[in-house]
């Protein structure tokens, strides 16, 4: 097989990249070495519940959404702005009072912080509201913890809700992740909301795969070698003219830029009969808190958001662990374990469906990590993945773009 240029993974970087050769007019092939294609965003279907590959969500505020993706046959669901967390051995609720305005009074004396902790939040928003994305970019680097300590968050306000939310997006509770990201995200979540494609995130690369030529893309297809101009297969050989290598093939040449550490993620799903405790958790995830030393970090309930993702009279119950420790029989026996004190005895009799474990599940952003716009490598071999921009679904899209841009230019 010949091609002008061969995309190596068919992550959403690399179905990005591909979507902006087919439109260009240019010869392409994309190998995937797995039996399909969507990398670490896809769904699984088990028994009429659908199983994300890991808790994930979509920011409806991403540029992407409106730019790569048709929204409306995404049909997204959002969560409730907010969340819950454990203090004291009590249920704690935390409302974005600026979106729910009756919720003010309840959301301030809530025992989650002080005073002056809840308004530097309302100020943060306001300022965020003002924020150009570019900029963010080209801000002095710090780690969060850091960010968050100078603006003025109590060490206790950064523990119980910080360390928790954001813990969560960026799969590390030391909040060492850069305060770019989290300038970053944070102003996406005051202009939007994240949601759940009614089909599951699986939906994201399946719509870009849609509009590619299918005799282009080959999945079960590993590359065993990469040299210069040629890629060698167990069915034989591909040459090329360049070629666009997403995270888990960049190590494949000697100019491969260095797709630095990740963090990791387990996550449990279990299936549960409707009930009030379910139901009162509603839209909104669930953090640890003030318990420290489990295995839990958070859980929500997809199936409240939206209904698709579980049969009618059941609901999904998402589990989520930071890391990944010991997996297995005894791992879930645990997890229920504190299941039962998160929610009382009914979660006893949830049924355990599936766990995913993602060693590398989201690549670690640290401060001296740079954001970059063009793609890396070689002349010849591009490199494309959110390990090259920022860990999320919308560096993800744009790295493919870039590597794609650059093809084009040469």
Known sequence: MDTDVLIIGGGLSGLAAACRLEKAGVDYQLVEAS????????????????????????????PCVDRVFEREQLALNAFTPGAQLWKGGRIQT????????????????????????????????MEAKRWDVADIWTRPNEATEKRLRDYGFSDGFIDLFFRGFYGGIFLEKKLETSRRFFDYTFKLFTEGYAT???RGMGALPEQLAQRLNREKVHASTRITKLAEHEAETPDG????????????FA????????????????????????SSALEEQGKLIRLSGDRTGGRIAHTCVPS????????????????SEIGCRGEGGDAVEEI???LTDWYGGEASQWQHIKSYRIPKALPRNKPDHQASDVAAGSTIHLHAGDWTTSPSIEGAILSGEYAAERCLSV
């Open 35 to 62: 039996d399909r294609i969507g990398g670490r965003v896809k769904t699984d279907e088990v028994d009429g519940f659908l199983l994300d590959h890991g808790f994930q969500v979509l920011l409806d505020a991403y």
């Open 94 to 125: 935390m409302h974005d009072v600026f979106r729910a305005p009756e919720k003010l009074l309840a959301t301030a004396l809530t025992p989650v912080g002080t005073i002056k902790d809840k308004l530097l939040v309302g100020k943060l928003r």
């Open 196 to 198: 759940l494609p009614t």
């Open 237 to 248: 050989k591909i040459t090329f003219r360049k070629s666009i290598l997403t995270s888990g």
């Open 251 to 274: 190590q494949m040449t000697e100019s491969s830029a260095d797709e630095g550490e990740w963090n990791g993620t387990v996550c449990h799903y279990f299936a549960a009969a409707k």
């Open 304 to 319: 409240q958001v939206a209904a698709s993702y579980a049969p009618e009279g059941k609901e999904l119950i998402s589990v």
């Open 336 to 338: 229920k374990a504190e």
